[in-house]
Nanobody
Framework: QVQLVESGGGLVQAGGSLRLSCVNSGSVLDINGMGWYRQAPGKQRELVATVARGGSTYVADSVRGRFTISGDNAKNTVYLQMNSLKPEDTAVYYC??????????WGQGTQVTVSS
């Protein structure tokens, strides 16, 4: 059973930084990648960044150059370093884990609010 727990959200001023963490406290055997999504009020959930089990990463155009994703396989943890935050980055950020045969698992979400 995969269990994802996010932390690190909060309130920050524009231009500031936050680091989100997501720990998978359950099984990792079927997981071949993890990532972050976000959902702003009234908008669809969107992909922010992913990291594959082998280490390759993807970052969405909207945050590239400001956000960095990394993973620590030994700790079953994925991080999202967010710099130069903008008010439009305000959203609930969700951690996701992609199972090879079992689909996508989701964390409970963590709120990020960027004030102008």
């Amino acid at each position: 059973q995969v269990q994802l727990v996010e932390s690190g959200g909060g309130l920050v001023q524009a231009g500031g930084s936050l680091r989100l963490s997501c720990v998978n406290s359950g099984s990792v055997l079927d997981i071949n990648g993890m990532g972050w999504y976000r959902q702003a009020p009234g908008k669809q959930r969107e992909l922010v960044a992913t990291v594959a089990r082998g280490g390759s990463t993807y970052v969405a155009d909207s945050v590239r150059g400001r956000f960095t994703i990394s993973g620590d396989n030994a700790k079953n943890t994925v991080y999202l370093q967010m710099n130069s935050l903008k008010p439009e980055d305000t959203a609930v950020y969700y951690c996701a884990a992609q199972g090879v045969t079992t689909g996508v698992y989701w964390g409970q979400g963590t709120q990020v609010t960027v004030s102008s």
